[in-house]
């Protein structure tokens, strides 16, 4: 039974019990709505305490029913129906109260929670607005500028802070549902607050909405609901409830459907399904309990960084005590700097430090389950860590490669007992960016590949299976990225106008501001390898700059010049002329910043598709989690395969082979012609594992 009542006395408890998040769904909806009514009807009942089974209070919306149309008792009606009981409800909160649950616990009269649960709007992350009064109610018990944040933002308040914020009347530190009855109890002795839709909105500073606009719009960016947000919550506070309520209802109703909202949702699901993927059902994974990282350079300390704040402790190899300094200190930088933001507390920063040991002796590697390697990007250095650690590590210890791109296959080797060997690609700085590219070779145990999946669980990172090949998923597509940015410069565009372009689609930087901050002769080292292997990059323009030690950033200048000092780009006169010697007797055109786009996006797409096609990646979603969670593609938009489908592929096809008429790109591959006359991706073939 998804909702049940007990009776402590006076004190009805209601509990949903509707595994595994205790979602709003249309039974647990009817459930409340008929439980509301029983109660109030019941002489001997005082108060009710609402609670969850399960490790959370009511989470929010059951996904089951997105994109479905409604189905009564709608949640608005709901919350309403308890807000307006007889009898006082207390919502005893555990675990996550978040959108639509949070949205039922504001309209109770009461809300009470252990230290460690969380409340929060949630609903902007997913395009839309909440839809039962949670712009209207939260700033009725919130100050506004707390209310403002939650709803724009989507970030949660962990349980001291709501109760410091009045979002919460009491901390219960012991047993919850004893403790709610207790605070109900005593309630009964006073006379109640009042509703929150019967209290008014205390009013903020002068000029705080405009202010807030400002700041929303230049956190969102394109992203609508924030915005939106912020409109229902300036309506709460200007108008009367009802109005407010109404105006919000509108707005959820009309973003539900919207573009940004079906690719966010896309987004939500490809997050949710990552890190169990479906080829990996029923294989066990190893037990990881201590590690090593080898290199204590920036990823290695990044790395070893996000595995002590997993709790795991680590080994740190450097190959003499003054590489340790560095990594060390680099390590307790990390973490000092976590503690200055307040994202950690210094005795947890010192505790972090704690677990990390330091040795230039591999025989300090006899015990650990995984050692990953992170040193520099040369095959005999990196097999040569691997000769090492193959002797040192025990027989069951997972070795696993961060190389970006050479090939996995290649270094392992001669490694003794392969199939526990595999590539954990991570992204700089390590202990940031949410992305794990996980990297089997054809040796690799399915248990050692379902560890590393779980090991991104620990870390809570997004992990992506990547087949072998050159840049695997990401830096594969990066490839085309940049040699399409530079065909625009080549057909009449300005590096200036290329990254204003990609910034007004998204992106938090254009390709070539990125390529300055980053150095263009890292790409530049990885086009002289392939051109070892025999492959012809394209970049004509950057290999001139390189060649003029034009590396970006750290040499003065790159694609754009820069004052000592000073991180702003300015444009160059000697890359224009770069440019104009290489673009002499190509056609030019005038571009704005919608084409801009479409000449990097689609070829995007394109390589996706071929990505698809030889098994690189297994499934489109992969793709486009690789783009968001590893270079800055918005979120909003979905994903770069996302997106061609939401545009139209037969349009995508149309655009690439315009493109390709020109010059300005390869004409669509045969895998994205058949998505087109198919009108979709093809489903993974899972059999490519």
Known sequence: MAVSIE??????????????????????????????????????????????????????????????????????????????????????????????????????????????????????????????????????????????????????????????????????????????AAFARAVLDRPLPPALCDRPVAPPPAGFWEAAERT????????????????CMRRAAETDFDTAIAFERETFLALRGSAQAAALRHVFFAERAATRPPELAGVAPRMIRSTAVIGGGTMGAGIAAALRDSGLPVILIERDGAAIERGLASLRAIFDGAAKRGRISADVATERMAGITASTDYAALADVDLAIEAVFEDMDVKRDVFARLADSCGDDAILATNTSYLDPERIAEGVRRPERFLGLHFFSPAHVMKLLE???????????????????????????RAGICDGFIGNRILKVTRAQAERLLLSGATPAAVDAAMRAFGLPMGPFEAQDLGGLDIAAFQRKAARARGETPFAPIADRLCAIERFGQKSGGGWYDYEPGDRTPRPSDAVAAVIAEEAKGRPRRD?????????????????GARILADGTALRPSDIDLVKIHGYGFPRWRGGPMHCAEAHGLGNV???????????????????????ARRGGFPTPLVEAL
């Open 653 to 675: 096809v149309d655009a690439l082979r315009a493109l390709a008429g020109e010059g300005l790109a390869e004409p669509p591959c045969d895998l994205l012609l058949e998505a």
């Open 7 to 180: 009776h402590r006395g006076e004190i009805a408890v209601v509990i949903v019990d509707n595994p595994p998040v205790n979602a709003l769904s249309q039974v647990v909806r009817q459930a409340l709505l008929e439980a509301a009514e029983a109660l109030d009807a019941d002489p001997s009942v005082k108060a009710v305490v609402l609670t969850c089974a399960g490790r959370a209070f009511i989470a929010g919306a059951d996904v089951g029913e997105f994109g479905k149309p409604p189905m009564p008792p709608h949640l608005p009606d709901l919350v309403s129906r308890i807000e307006r009981a007889a009898k006082p409800w207390v919502a005893a909160i555990h675990g996550s109260a978040l959108g639509g649950g949070f949205e039922v616990a504001l309209g109770c009269r009461f809300r009470v929670a252990v230290p460690s649960a969380s409340v929060g709007l949630p609903e902007v992350r997913l395009g839309i607005v909440p839809g039962a009064g949670g712009t209207v109610r939260l700033p009725r018990i919130a100050e506004v500028e707390t209310a403002v944040d939650m709803a724009t933002t989507g970030k949660p308040l962990g349980a001291r802070k709501a109760h410091e914020a009045g979002l919460l009347d009491a901390l219960i530190e012991d047993d919850l549902v004893a403790g709610a």
């Open 216 to 231: 929303v719009s230049a956190r969102a960016k394109r992203e609508d609901a924030p915005l939106r947000a912020l409109a």
């Open 438 to 464: 996980i990297v089997p070779t054809k040796a690799t145990a399915p248990e050692v590949l379902a560890t590393g999946f779980a090991l991104a669980r620990m870390l809570n990172k997004i992990p992506v």
């Open 591 to 607: 571009w704005n910043e919608d084409a801009i786009a479409d000449c990097i996006l689609w070829p995007m797409v394109n390589e």
